[in-house]
Every structure is written in structure tokens, then in C-alpha cells.
């Protein structure tokens, strides 16, 4: 069946620092691929999404590429920020499943 | 607009109490599903509905039910609490099952004793 697989957290930056947090998915057909985000005590807010290979979307400085042929979408951002602390969730919708599939969850910490 | 709101933010129940999360969106949309967040489980699908009267079961339904008598209203009703129930609860809302955003609520945290 589907799934997404995301890095373990927590990841810790520094301000402006360049960061990268991987997702893979498994599914078949052509599923659409989102990364949402929760920041603290809140619910989760849709970041970005790509509905087809090769697809870049982007969002308040972050993007992520739909790449089929390594079934990858990381999340990366040039120069991260205090505020962006917060926990980053790929996933998946399509494929087999007409539902939608979180990762489990990154945390980021990005310390001043 | 509210968006999704979702009641009580917090709550405490004792093994084998029933009770109700309440859910509503005011968006219109005809989606609407609920989740529960997990240490390390990401969110996974307890029920959904694709509009008014029509229901269906996710990924862990079982100890959950749920109606869907009005388009804004999707409440969530444990039957029987039991202490794996300890989660956060997340109703969410999209104008289609399709790969359309959805909107979060802001989650309501029980504690099953």
C-alpha cells in the first residue's frame, strides 16, 4: 500500500542555516505529495504540495520537488529562521488509496 | 470565516466514560475526517465523510464512531474509553476527497485514565 517515510527528528539549526528534511513515499499510479506543518499547540497548516513528476512547489522561502524516479520530495529552505520551528509532515494522496498519508513527523529546532 | 473549530481543547475520561468531540466547519466543504496524532505514528485516519448522511471508516476506527447529519457538523464519539485512546484529536475539513488542501482544527487533547 502507500506510505511516506520521513527523517528522524529532532533536527536542530542554527538561524540561517540551510536545511533539508527527506521524504520518500511508495505508491503506486501518480499520487500527489504535500508537506504540511504544525507549529506549537496548533493544527497542521498545508506548506506546499505537487500534484506531478517534476513539480517544484513553494512556500514562504521553502520548496520541494516531485521526483518520480527517485520517489523523493524533501523539504529544503535557504536560510532558516527562529519561527520556523515547528513540526514538518510530508504526505501522500492517490495512488492505490483515495486517502490522504502523513509521515510521521519532523521536528525542527532552529535556535537563535 | 472560523474555519474548524473543534471542543473541548482538552479532556480528561475515565476508562469505559463516553464521550463526544465536537467538530464544525463553516467553509462549506464537503470533506471532513478526523485523526489522531501519536508519538511517533504521524496522524492516522479514524473516520471520514464525503458529505451530508454519508460516512466511512479510516485506517483505526475501531472504539470510534461518527455521524454526518449536516455539511458543517462531523462529531466524534468514543463509545467506551479505554486508555489507548490517550491521543490528540485532529478534525480536518477540503472541498473534496481529492488532493484539494485540507484545514486542520486545532486538535483537542484526551488524557484516558
Redesign the interface.
Known sequence: GNS?TQMEGPVTLSEEAFLTINCTYTATGYP?LFWYVQYP??????LL?A?KADDKGSNKGFEATYRKETTSFHLEKGSVQVSDSAVY?CAL??GAT???I????TLLAVQP | NAG?TQTPKFQVLKTGQSMTLQCAQDMNHEYM?W?RQDP??????IH?SVGAGITDQ??VPNGYNVSRSTTEDFPLRLLSAAPSQTSVY?C?SSYT???S??Y????TRLTVT
Open positions: 511516506v500527489s499547540g496548533e493544527g497542521l497548516q498545508l504540495k500534484t509532515f494522496y492517490g483515495n486517502k490522504l502523513f509521515g510521521t513527523g | 474548524v475526517s485523526y511517533g505514528m504521524g496522524l492516522r485516519l471520514y479510516g485506517e485532529f480536518a476527497q481529492g488532493a488542501e485540507q486542520f482544527g486545532p486538535g
